[in-house]
C-alpha cells in the first residue's frame, strides 16, 4: 500500500529555513514524480514543486530560488528545503505521487505538514 | 503560464440534485501529438487531504462514484454531480499539468443548500 507521511512543519520566523520530508512506503521514490502541493489558510491549492524521476526539478515562480527539492532514493524520502521564509508561505504542505508512470496527476497524497511563518 | 479560473466561486445545491463547475485555462491544455487534455480535477473535504477525482479531463480514477463526470476540451472543462450527496461537500479543483508551473484553479465550495 502506497504511503506518504510529511514531517518538519512547525513554526518559524520569518527570514528562516525549514526542511520538510516525505518519507514513502510501497513504492520507490526514484521510480515516481514526487510533488509538493501547499495550502494557505483561507486560500486554494498551489503547486510548489516537482522532482521528475530523471531528476529534472521544477519550481512556482514564487518559490523559486528559495525552495530546493531533492530525493534521497536510500531514505526513500523527498525534501523540500525552504529557506527566506515569509509570511506567505504559511501553509499546509502536502508531499503527492501518481501511480500512473510519469504522470504529474497525483492520486496518492500525505496527510500534510504544518508550516507557520511568523515572528 | 497558463491561469486556471474556476466558476462559481461556490455554490449550494439540494441533496439529490445537480452540480455543475466550470473551468477554464487561459490556452488550450490539449496536446495534438496524442490528442489528450492536460487537466485534472480534485476533491478537497474539510481537514482532508486533496483527493484525484478525473485526469486527462475525462477519465474518472477508480473508486470515484459514477455520479461525477469531468468533461471538456482545449481550454473549457466542466465537473458534474449528477446527484449531490451529503459526502460531495467539499472545494473542487482543477489543474492542468500541460507545461510548467502545473496551475490550480481558485476552486469552487460546493455546500448543501
Known amino acids: 500500500e502506497v504511503q506518504l507521511v510529511e514531517t518538519g512543519g512547525g513554526l518559524i520566523q520569518p527570514g528562516g529555513s525549514l526542511r520538510l520530508s516525505c518519507t514513502a512506503s510501497?513504492?520507490?521514490?526514484?521510480?515516481?514524480?514526487m510533488s509538493w502541493v501547499r495550502r494557505a489558510p483561507g486560500r486554494g491549492l498551489e503547486w510548489v514543486s516537482i522532482?521528475?524521476?530523471?531528476?529534472?526539478?521544477y519550481y512556482a515562480d514564487s518559490v523559486k530560488g528559495r525552495f530546493t527539492i531533492s530525493r534521497d532514493n536510500s531514505k526513500n524520502t523527498v525534501y523540500l528545503q525552504m529557506s527566506s521564509l515569509r509570511a506567505e508561505d504559511t501553509a499546509m504542505y502536502y508531499c503527492?505521487?501518481?501511480?500512473?508512470?510519469?504522470?504529474?496527476?497525483?492520486?496518492?497524497w500525505g496527510q500534510g505538514t504544518l508550516v507557520t511563518v511568523s515572528s | 503560464d497558463i491561469v486556471m479560473t474556476q466558476s462559481p466561486d461556490s455554490l449550494a445545491v439540494s441533496l439529490g440534485e445537480r452540480a455543475t463547475i466550470n473551468c477554464k485555462s487561459s490556452q488550450s491544455v490539449l496536446y495534438s501529438s496524442n490528442n489528450k487534455n492536460y487537466l485534472a480535477w480534485y476533491q478537497q473535504r474539510p481537514g482532508q487531504p486533496p483527493k484525484l477525482l478525473f485526469y486527462w479531463a475525462s477519465t474518472r480514477e477508480s473508486g470515484v462514484p459514477d455520479r461525477f463526470t469531468g468533461s471538456g476540451s482545449g481550454t473549457d472543462f466542466t465537473l458534474t454531480i449528477s446527484s449531490l450527496q451529503a459526502e460531495d461537500v467539499a472545494v473542487y479543483y482543477c489543474?492542468?499539468?500541460?507545461?510548467?508551473?502545473?496551475?490550480f484553479g481558485p476552486g469552487t465550495k460546493v455546500d448543501i443548500k
Open positions: 503527492a505521487t501518481s501511480d500512473y508512470g510519469d504522470n504529474v496527476f497525483a492520486n496518492h
Open positions: 489543474q492542468h499539468y500541460y507545461s510548467t508551473p502545473f496551475t
Open positions: 522532482f521528475y524521476t530523471a531528476g529534472v526539478t
Open positions: 510501497g513504492f520507490s521514490v526514484s521510480d515516481n514524480y
